[in-house]
């Protein structure tokens, strides 16, 4: 969705003049949403793991990543095949292939390096600090990641070596949360003002990003392009924020233990990855968003709640099929492997 609605607004036909439309703040609004996931995912993970020490079953989350990977990397690749040999055979499309899964989904790698840091030692180290060092030692990460020049310096010493530090601030975040419970007096129309306090800024920051491409247009002679609010790296201010708030808010509804909800939680890894691929990002593509957004906003906004609703229950079938898939695997085994 993300790289959809980018891609259409820079080399599109519309919002081309040299003005600013409000209506291109619910880009903005909806930038933020993929990078706040990402964050929610690790925090849940500290959460419910931090406290675990040692036992933490690698081999089976390895084994369950690495599965649901291949299962739906091979469905994507088989489904693209018959898309372009039918329905789309006269249409340009994106193909699924083997290589995808090695350099596709980022997210895998990024969530499993964490829970081999945690594993290997950051359970145990978060067990022994008290509530003061914890703190202390959750301002300081916080801080490294925000500074421009330490962000920077993580990296420069490794790859991606600042998302990796996101990654275990984030998972120690949600074991303080656990374990402390630091916003139980904060009342929950707090929290609910406190992200719309945040949001007020990022639809501010965005104003100042159109306006910047404007005058950069007006008065440097420059190419116009319009601009959506810069939010596309995990480690900014407003996706930590927001995912923190979001995440205590969500924490104090009382949900009754039921199977559907339950089901749903656990399909949500595989509908990420149902979601996060070039078939996937082909098919938003094939709508014209921009075009919608521009015409009727209230269309534009119906049309994405219904893709993405779609784009889920998509999720949710393929990790259906994957489910029947390992429940039977016994019966493939016997194909391969000799009975003794």
């Known amino acids: 969705m993300l790289h959809t609605f980018d891609l259409q607004l820079t080399s599109g036909d519309f919002f081309k003049e ?22 929610i995912f690790i925090l849940i993970s500290g959460y419910f793991m931090s406290s675990r020490g040692k036992n933490i079953k690698l081999s089976k989350i390895a084994t369950k990543l690495l599965s649901e990977l291949a299962f739906v990397i091979a ?7 018959i898309l372009s040999m039918t329905i789309l055979r006269n249409r340009y499309m994106y193909f699924v292939k083997l290589t ?39 301002i300081v990460m916080f801080a490294l990641l925000q500074f421009n020049f330490t962000r920077e310096t993580l990296n420069n010493l490794g790859g991606n070596l600042s998302t990796i530090f996101l990654g275990c601030f984030l998972y120690s975040l949600g074991g303080y949360i656990h374990k402390y419970d630091p916003f139980e007096n904060v009342k929950t129309s707090g ?8 949001y007020i800024f990022v639809f501010i920051s965005g104003f100042n990003t159109f306006m910047e491409a404007i005058y950069d247009y007006r008065f440097l002679d420059t190419e116009f392009t319009q601009a959506l609010i810069a939010y596309g790296t995990n480690e900014y201010l407003v996706p930590i924020v927001i995912a923190t708030l979001l995440f205590e808010a969500f924490k104090r509804i009382r949900i009754p233990t039921l199977k559907i909800v339950n089901f749903l939680g656990q399909a949500t890894f595989t509908a990420y990855l149902a979601h996060d691929n070039v078939l996937a990002q082909g098919a938003w593509g094939h709508f014209e968003w921009m075009k919608l957004l ?34 039977n695997i016994n019966c493939i085994k016997k194909i391969f492997i000799c009975q003794k």
């Open 75 to 81: 469905i994507m690749m088989m489904l693209s095949t």
């Open 191 to 198: 929290v609910i003002v406190l992200i719309l306090l945040v």
């Open 294 to 327: 521009h015409n009727n906003v209230g269309t534009f906004i119906i049309g994405t709640i219904i893709c993405v609703f779609v784009t889920f229950l998509w999720g949710v079938g393929v990790h259906c099929l994957y489910l029947i898939f390992m429940k």
């Open 100 to 138: 995808s899964f090695n350099e596709d989904m980022w997210f895998v790698g990024y969530y499993f390096v964490v829970i081999v840091i945690a594993y290997l030692f950051l359970n145990e180290y978060l067990a022994k600090l008290d509530r003061k060092y914890y703190s202390t030692m959750l």
């Open 18 to 39: 040299a003005i600013y439309y409000k209506r291109l703040q619910i880009l903005n609004f909806i930038k933020t949403f993929g990078t706040i996931g990402n964050n």
